[in-house]
């Protein structure tokens, strides 16, 4: 396996559990903030979607199979659980701490790509590091009350 495809299916790990731990969050908060935050994880949770099928879709292009179980993706993610029972305000707080990881993590296999020569890759993988940046912004500016 290419040194791409193992940074890609870590960049497919973590997004994978970050869209689990996102879906999660939009169904279980609380308070009086509910409306907005619940909208706001919605949004990220369906760009998370489409994200996880276009690095499959990579990591298939660079003519491996695609990992897909949650062993798989457990085995890989530096993104840990969420707690369904975290307040508003911790629900935001760790999906920002997750969002800025995602970016350092994409900062990574950015590096691999380019070092490999694949403008594909790098050119997508600098896409999202960007979506990352955006939504830890929102975050941050969200819980700067």
Do not use: C
Request: hydrophobic share 40%.
């Amino acid at each position: 396996m290419n040194s791409v495809v193992s940074a890609l299916e870590v960049i497919l790990a973590d997004t994978y559990a970050l869209y689990l731990k996102t879906q999660n969050y939009h169904w279980n908060v609380e308070g009086q903030d509910f409306k907005p935050l619940h909208e706001m994880f919605e949004k990220q949770y369906d760009d998370l979607f489409e994200a996880i099928d276009v690095v499959g879709e990579l990591i298939r292009g660079l003519g491996s199979r695609t990992i897909g179980t949650f062993g798989d993706f457990s085995r890989l993610t530096n993104i840990k659980d969420g707690n369904k029972d975290a307040s508003a305000t911790q629900m935001v707080s760790d999906l920002l701490h997750d969002h800025e990881l995602m970016g350092q993590t994409l900062g990574k296999a950015l590096k691999v790509a380019q070092e490999a020569g694949d403008e594909v890759v790098a050119s997508y993988l600098g896409s999202r590091m960007m979506v990352h940046r955006k939504t830890s912004w929102m975050l941050r500016s969200t819980s700067a009350k």
